[in-house]
């Protein structure tokens, strides 16, 4: 493993496999009584978030406190960044404080990167989104779950994903979650399509290890995974689309369309849903939805990392006698 974790990109196939194995061992803990390691006990770890968050932040939360890591929660909103603070002198003011890894979320692209190829801290740097760039943990946990549900939780160990179909739909010019997934999924062996209105598409796509589709009915059939993506209307300045029936009509997933899938594949979501436009209500409860299974596995994947980034070489889970028996 490298000493940061900033892009999806920079994942070779051993690396990602080995996060996905490490996690599996991670998900053990949480069926136990205590869901606790004491892994990276006396270790601090800072999650800077100058971008609002419920679901990423309180999953690194969890994850660090069950590797029984000293937290430090940071919100740009009443600290001096609103005061006109950059992101220099609060990385300084982290570092003097002897902090041993910070998980940044920014608006920015590329401020994870900056942040830790400055030379402004010495800790290890976890992306958990910049702007419309990486969100490399979600990519992990999408993967993971794929893995679960289309190899097996015991068949996957040490597998990827090839061969595996993904159709990744919805908001992919302004969604992190997508350029992710597209760089994992392709390391990991897997043929992604996208699909979207034009508009919806970021230039250059086609330089993308993917193909591009605008009909999604015609990819429905052949889709082992089916992955939908919200709106960002909080990142719009214009209107990409006529409105919110047309958008639902061509690109939203309810049970008709659900029905034309492979009785095997599954419909994820990063979340937030917006029910009843990318995603009907039917769908969201089905049994093939995990959009609660990606929130869960996102624990066991935030740890692995931590473990991976700042735990050294010993193995992640040790089981006494006592636990085999």
Known sequence: ???????????????????????????????????????????TVVNLFFEDS?????????????????????TAKGSSVSKGESLKDT???LEAMGVDAVVIRHGASGAPYRLATSG????AVINAGDGTHQHPTQALLDAFTMRRRLVGRDAGLGQDLAGKRITIVGDILHGRVARSNVDLLHTLGAEVTLVAPP?????GVETWPCE???????????????????????????????????YSRRYGLDGDRMARMPEHA?????????????ITAEVADSD?????EQVTNGVSIRMAVLYLLLGGNEPAVTHSRTEEK
């Open 199 to 203: 508009t919806l598409l970021p230039v």
């Open 288 to 292: 093939r939805c995990t959009a609660i």
């Open 91 to 93: 990385a300084q003011t």
């Open 212 to 246: 591009v589709s605008y009909d999604l009915d015609s990819t429905l059939p052949k889709s082992d995974a089916v992955m939908m993506l919200r709106v960002q209307r909080e990142r719009m300045n214009a209107a990409f689309f006529p409105t919110e029936r047309e």
């Open 1 to 43: 493993m490298q000493r940061h974790l900033i892009s999806a990109a920079d994942l070779t196939r051993d690396d990602a496999v080995l996060i996905l194995d490490t996690a599996e061992e991670m998900a053990r803990v949480a069926d136990r009584p205590i869901k606790k390691l004491p892994t990276l006990r006396g270790r």
């Open 266 to 278: 599954i419909v994820m979501h990063p979340g937030p849903m917006v029910r009843g436009m990318e």
């Open 120 to 123: 402004w801290i010495d800790a």
């Open 54 to 74: 419920t679901r990423t932040r309180i999953s690194f939360e969890a994850a660090e406190k069950r590797l029984s890591a000293d937290v430090i929660n940071f």
